[in-house]
């Protein structure tokens, strides 16, 4: 089963009372129902939401949908449940708020009935992908831009940076944050689908730095390497010189050293130079004598390109 799938299977067993199973009602059949005089038809393909659409019209309307089971389009292994409710329709169609396009103030009454309502959307048309693949995305395909702006707004209305985008004659209302996606989980009080993608998120998060901090130890590495050839370059061409005896004590003890162990860094040059030396140098000094080495180079090879 897809993430989505697990998602929705949480959210339909979460138990409601009747105001909000109005809510969720609202929000399920506006985005999945065909609606008409004669009757409404509500289509899903994952068997627990239709157990929960069925047992919430049968709990607050007193009827029993007929239900009908189809096998989904190119004969794949998925099926199509249809709900069809034939009683009741002007009632369940206003007191649903199905006659407008945007839900009537009492569908969304309080911070919670949003939420639920929200819920009910991500059950109806709402996708997931799991954490495990490349990216993180969470997307609503919607009919109309009123409706899709109207979710967009609820759905940023708790900062969860959204979006909407036309999709040929649709909209796609999506967030690409992980962290944002994880909110919303926390939201619809999907906790089990919670834990797993923060699991999941953490862990990758984990390895991307893992490997970062890998990618950024390669480059200073490859950096000190070429700083240190460069170092032995400059070296070698003061000890050719004829008067190198002549040269600062303290300019030869760091060439000299730096030859004998050519692969350390400054600061493990400052330590060996301590220690068999007995006189202390700390990595600033040897950085101030590399300097006074590069000077001195240069001044050598444009004595010799004279």
Do not use: W
Not at 111 to 119: G, H
């Amino acid at each position: 089963m897809s993430f989505t799938g697990i998602v929705k299977n949480e959210l339909s067993k979460l138990e409601l009372d009747k105001l909000e199973a109005i809510t969720l009602l609202s929000a399920i059949i506006k985005n999945t129902a065909l609606i008409d005089e004669k009757s409404i038809k509500i289509t899903t393909e994952n068997s627990s939401v239709a157990r929960q659409i069925f047992n919430l019209i049968k709990e607050v309307y007193n009827i029993a949908p007929k239900i009908t089971l189809r096998r989904g389009y190119n004969y794949n292994k998925h099926y199509i449940y249809i709900l069809e409710i034939k009683e009741k329709l002007d009632l369940i169609k206003e007191d649903l708020s199905l006659n407008t396009n945007i839900p009537n103030g009492f569908i969304i009454d309080d911070d919670n009935l949003t939420r639920i309502y929200l819920r009910g959307v991500f059950i109806a048309c709402g996708s997931v992908n799991d954490p495990k693949k490349s990216r993180y995305h969470l997307e609503f395909i919607v009919e109309t831009e009123e409706y899709a702006n109207f979710i967009n707004d609820s759905l940023n209305s708790y900062f969860l940076n959204s979006k909407v985008l036309k999709r040929d004659n649709k909209y796609m209302i999506y967030i690409k944050e992980a962290e944002k996606i994880g909110d919303f989980l926390r939201m619809m009080n999907a906790i089990s689908a919670l834990l797993y993608f923060e699991d999941i998120r953490i862990y990758r998060d984990h390895k991307n730095m893992t490997n970062r901090l890998n990618n950024c130890e390669q480059a200073n590495i490859e950096k000190s390497l070429n700083s240190s050839n460069e170092q032995l370059k400059m070296i070698d061409i003061l000890m050719a010189r004829d008067d190198y005896e002549l040269l600062d004590e303290k300019i030869r003890i760091i060439c000299e050293y730096k030859k004998k162990y050519p692969e350390s860094s400054m600061l493990e040059l400052s330590e060996i130079i301590s220690y068999e030396t007995g006189k202390n140098i700390t990595k600033s000094g040897i950085n101030h004598r590399m300097r006074k080495i590069k000077e001195l180079t240069k001044k050598e090879m444009e004595l010799e390109e004279n």
